[in-house]
C-alpha cells in the first residue's frame, strides 16, 4: 500500500471554496425574492420590516447546507478512498431503492417532475433529491464493478462488456427519465460513458450504442411534450413557443447582456425580483453575470475548467484502476453538470433544470458534490505521475518505478 506524507491538491480545494464563496455572495444579493415568496407567500404587499417576512431565508438555508457539505467534504477526505469500494454496491442499492421510492411517494416541488422526498421535520432542509444521490452511487458502482467484476478482454465482448454496463446504467437512468428529469438524465449517461469508455470499452459497441441512444433520443424528442417544447424554444427561440420555455431562455439573455462588462453591482440586478425564474437556483449564473458582468462571471467559468482539470490529473495519476475510474467519474459528473447549467444559461443548450455545483441554492446537490470533491482529495494524497502508460485506456497496472515515486511516497506492508 502507497501512503503520501499528508499532501493533497490544494488548487482543487481552493478553486472549490472559491465558487462556494462566490455562491453565498450571490445567494446573499439575490435571494431576497425567493426568501420573501417563501417566508410570506400570502402577503400582497410584503415587506422586510414585517415580522411575518424573513429576507434572508434562503441565505440561511443554504449556509447551513454549505456548512453541510463541507463536513462531508472534510470527512470523505479524510477517509481512505477504498472504503468508497467496499460499500459501492449497498450505496448503489439504496440510491436506486431512493429513485424507485420518489417514483411512487415523491413530490413535485412545484415543478412537473416528481424528484424530491420532502423532509419537512429536518430544520434548514426542506427535501432531498435522490437523484443526485445516485449521480454519486453511479460512480461508485461502475468503477467497483469494471475494476473487480469484468476483466479488460471480456469488456470487448457485447455481452459481458456493453450490456452488463447499459442494464447497470439503466438501472438508475430510468426511473430519473420516468421522473422526469431531463438534466441529471443527460448527466449521469454521460458519466457513465465516460467510466466505461476509461475502463477499456470497445468503441463499436460504444459506437453502436450511441446510434441507439440517438434513436430514442429522436423518438422521445418528438413525443414527449415537454421535451418537445424545450427544444423547440432552443432551435427556434424566436417563433411561436411555449411560453414557460421561451421565457427562461429570454430572461436569462436579458439578465446576462444587462449585466455588460462589469456589471451592475451587488443587489442591483432586476431580472431576480420578477422575470427570471429560479434565480438562485438554476439560474444563478444568469442573475450572477447581471451583477457581476461578463469579465468576473468568466472568472468562475474558469474555475470550473480548472476543477475539471485538477480533477482528471488526479485520476490520469492514480494509484490504481478504482481511484482512476472513481476520479474521473466524480470528474465528470461535476464538470459536466457545471457547463451544461452555463450552456443552458447562455442559450446555448435546451433547458435541462439542473444546478449549477457548489452556487445553487439545493441541498442534495450541495452536499454530494462536495462529498465527491472530498473523494477527489483523498485519491490525491495517494497520485503517482508514473501510476499509468500515456495510452489512458484500459487500466494496465501501475508501473511504479523508484523515479516515479521521486522520494514522495512510501511503502507499507
Sequence with gaps: MLQRRKKYDHVLLLAVLAIVIVGVVMITSIGVPKSIRISAPDLAYPDCADDAVDCYLVLKN?????????VAMLVAWKIN???WKKISFLFFLGAVGLLIFVLFAGDQNNTFATSWINVGAIPFIDSIQPSEIAKFGLVLYLSYFFTEK???EKMQHWNEGFLKFAIISGVVILPIMLQPDLGSTLVMAVTAVAIYWLAGANWKHLAVGALMAGMVAFVVVANVDYIKNRFSAFIFPDSECVEEYCWQSRQANIAIGSGGLWGKGLTQGIQKSYWLPQASDDFIFAASAEELGFLRTALVVLLYAL?????LQIANHAP???AMLTAAGLT???SSQAFINIMVNTSLFPITGITLPFMSYGGSSMVT???AVGVLLNISKYTTQNAYSNDRRGYRGARRSQSGYSGRYQRSY
Excluded at 443554504?62 to 463541507?70: C, D, P, Q
Excluded at 476543477?307 to 480533477?311: C, L, N, S, V
Design 62 to 70: 443554504h449556509v447551513v447546507r454549505v456548512l453541510f457539505g463541507l
Design 81 to 83: 478512498y477504498r472504503f
Design 369 to 371: 458534490t462536495l462529498l
Design 332 to 334: 465528470t459528473w461535476i
Design 150 to 152: 469484468i476483466s479488460k
Design 307 to 311: 476543477i475539471a482539470y485538477r480533477g
Design 320 to 322: 490504481n484502476k478504482f
